[in-house]
């Protein structure tokens, strides 16, 4: 520490209260200090999460596009299949089709 000194002029009795229980610190003084590093921590981790969401998103919209791709592939593999005679002994597409 490099030995500064900050003045903050009067905090609320709550607030005081509340970042002295969310860092376990006894005193204000400590407790603001505490709470500082925290939020920079915190604010470092808001940044990896928020990239790491970006990819995320960007993964989903690639599986959503193979999937589309999928779709169209089944829809036009099932249309060429339909497009044989079914009851065409030759066709293996038919019903009951043994070999």
Same mark, same amino acid.
């Given at each position: 520490m490099s030995g500064k000194t900050i003045t903050i002029r009067d905090p609320e009795t709550d607030l005081i209260r &509340?970042?002295? =229980?969310?860092?376990?610190?006894?005193?204000?003084? /400590?407790?603001f200090i505490a709470a500082a590093h925290r939020a920079i921590s915190l604010d470092d981790q808001v940044t990896d999460l928020r990239e790491e969401l970006r990819k995320e998103r960007e993964?989903?919209?690639?599986? &959503?596009?193979? =999937?589309?791709?999928a779709h169209s592939a089944a829809v /036009?593999?099932?249309?060429?299949?339909?497009?044989?005679?079914?009851?065409?002994?030759?066709?293996?597409?038919?019903?009951?089709?043994?070999r």
């Open positions: &509340q970042i002295k =229980l969310l860092t376990g610190k006894g005193t204000a003084s /400590q407790a993964r989903v919209q690639v599986l &959503q596009r193979v =999937l589309a791709d /036009q593999l099932a249309e060429i299949a339909g497009q044989g005679d079914m009851f065409d002994p030759a066709n293996v597409l038919r019903p009951g089709y043994r």
